[in-house]
């Protein structure tokens, strides 16, 4: 079965920076849409970024735009999330998912994704 791992989430201060690794098996990630998504404590899950098979479309919630960058390596089977001025708001859980390229028409839906990771804490404090 596919299966989907991040890594390097954790406790930053508000400014601070971290990268999440997201490693693939099971699944040949240049087919698919590469999507990181957030859940806060009592908020719905929530996209984040997203970046497609091409390397030609991409999504950022506005709330990241600037701040985070998306970025992929199909010949590792890996994507990241390289996350940079974090806020306390940025505080979740995050997952990395996998759509199938030619069948996902909507970039930020949860629901388009068919494989997930098992999401990584993120904690922005003081």
């Known amino acids: 079965q596919p299966q989907l791992v991040e890594s390097g989430g954790g406790l930053v201060q508000p400014g601070g920076s971290l990268t999440l690794s997201c490693t693939a098996s099971?699944?040949?990630?240049?087919?698919?849409?590469v999507g990181w998504f957030r859940q806060a404590p009592g908020k719905e899950r929530e996209g984040v970024a997203a970046?497609?098979?091409?390397?030609?479309?991409?999504y950022y919630s506005p709330s990241v735009k600037g701040r985070f960058t998306i970025s992929r390596d199909d010949s590792k089977n890996m994507a990241w999330l390289q996350m940079n001025d974090l806020k306390p708001e940025d505080t979740a859980v995050y997952y990395c998912?996998?759509?199938?390229?030619?069948?996902?028409?909507?970039?930020?839906?949860?629901?388009?994704?068919?494989?997930w990771g098992q999401g990584i804490q993120v904690t922005v404090s003081s």
């Open positions: 099971g699944i040949t990630m240049a087919h698919y849409t």
């Open positions: 970046l497609d098979a091409h390397e030609v479309s991409l």
């Open positions: 998912a996998a759509g199938w390229d030619f069948t996902l028409a909507n970039m930020a839906g949860e629901a388009e994704y068919e494989n």
